[in-house]
């Protein structure tokens, strides 16, 4: 979260509260620092259709809490009517009624007229990963960087499983509302992303990469991606703040374990000599 966004928001709500601003001012400054907050206060980029729905539900919320009370409709509106019924006004409702709709006008005129390019720079859907990196203060050397727990699949199956189990539940405590019940692409957020994230089911994707490269993504997220590896717009966060190396290595396994593919094996050129 950009503190250097959220404060200010908080202290603007806080001077209110000291003056004792009325209902409308209330309203409308939560409604703005709501929308600031959730589009500007994350350093994860958010997608524009994701601060649609939040703003929307926001907007529901606060229509509710005003219009369940006839006392505080009425103080909700008093400042509207004062607007449009009282002379001393005139020039402020003036202003409004050309201002609103020029700025309104404007933000569409804007919108459809904007040109559609194409990225100025190559694009790679799997981008190559770092020779290293950094989780939970650990580095990684990404040449030699294997699965620690895929090994057991020969050497030890019952531990293996007791893997494979705790991957299933970091999925779906974590990853399923995105990714789905299928690992398809089809979880229930999924309308709400773009790019949609990754179909494990495609042959083209998790088998085609080392369980490494999987590492590295799940750790980083969309914060993590390279230049060559945009623009993108990916919500995925960075789960290494959420997660433990362990449990990272555990949803790789399940992952691979549920859509029945296998991860690709490194060639002798890649193996560590």
């Given at each position: 979260?950009?503190?250097?966004?959220?404060l200010?928001?908080l202290?603007?709500?806080?001077?209110?509260r000291f003056?004792k601003?009325?209902?409308?001012?209330?309203?409308?400054?939560?409604w703005?620092?709501?929308?600031?907050?959730?589009?500007?206060?994350f350093?994860v980029?958010?997608?524009?259709?994701?601060?649609g729905?939040y703003?929307?539900?926001?907007?529901?919320?606060?229509?509710t809490?005003?219009?369940s009370?006839?006392?505080?409709?009425k103080?909700?509106?008093?400042p509207?009517?004062?607007?449009?019924?009282?002379?001393?006004?005139?020039m402020?409702?003036?202003?409004?009624?050309?201002?609103?709709?020029?700025?309104?006008?404007?933000?569409?005129?804007r919108?459809?007229?904007?040109?559609?390019?194409?990225?100025?720079?190559?694009?790679?859907?799997?981008p190559?990963?770092?020779a290293?990196?950094t989780?939970h203060?650990?580095?990684?050397?990404?040449?030699t960087l294997q699965?620690?727990?895929?090994?057991?699949?020969?050497?030890?199956p019952?531990?293996?499983?007791v893997?494979?189990?705790?991957g299933?539940?970091?999925y779906y405590?974590n990853c399923?509302?995105?990714h789905?019940?299928s690992?398809?692409?089809n979880g229930?957020?999924?309308?709400?992303?773009?790019?949609?994230?990754?179909n494990f089911?495609?042959k083209g994707?998790?088998?085609?990469?080392?369980?490494?490269?999987?590492?590295?993504?799940?750790?980083?997220?969309?914060?993590?991606?390279?230049?060559?590896?945009g623009p993108?717009?990916?919500?995925?966060?960075?789960?290494?703040?959420?997660?433990t190396?362990?449990?990272i290595?555990?949803v790789?396994?399940?992952?691979?374990?549920?859509?029945?593919?296998?991860?690709?094996a490194?060639?002798?050129?890649?193996k560590?000599?």
């Open positions: 979260m950009k503190l250097m966004v959220v200010p928001l202290a603007a709500i806080l001077a209110l003056m601003a009325n209902l409308f001012t209330w309203i409308a400054t939560i703005v620092a709501f929308f600031i907050a959730v589009r500007f206060g350093s980029p958010i997608p524009s259709s994701v601060v729905i703003v929307s539900v926001a907007s529901i919320a606060l229509f809490y005003v219009t009370d006839r006392g505080r409709l103080a909700f509106v008093a509207l009517v004062r607007l449009m019924t009282e002379k001393r006004y005139t402020l409702l003036a202003l409004v009624v050309l201002l609103v709709p020029t700025l309104v006008a404007g933000n569409v005129y919108t459809m007229s904007a040109a559609v390019e194409g990225p100025f720079f190559s694009r790679t859907v799997h190559a990963p770092p290293e990196i989780v203060d650990k580095k990684f050397d990404m040449i699965n620690p727990f895929r090994p057991l699949e020969k050497d030890n019952e531990q293996f499983k893997h494979l189990q705790n299933r539940k970091v405590q399923v509302f995105c789905g019940d690992m398809a692409a229930m957020f999924v309308h709400a992303l773009n790019p949609i994230p990754t089911t495609d994707t998790i088998a085609m990469l080392q369980e490494s490269f999987l590492f590295w993504r799940i750790s980083k997220g969309g914060p993590g991606l390279p230049e060559e590896g993108w717009d990916t919500a995925m966060p960075a789960w290494e703040h959420f997660l190396e362990d449990e290595w555990d790789v396994l399940f992952v691979y374990d549920f859509t029945g593919q296998r991860p690709r490194r060639d002798e050129s890649e560590p000599k």
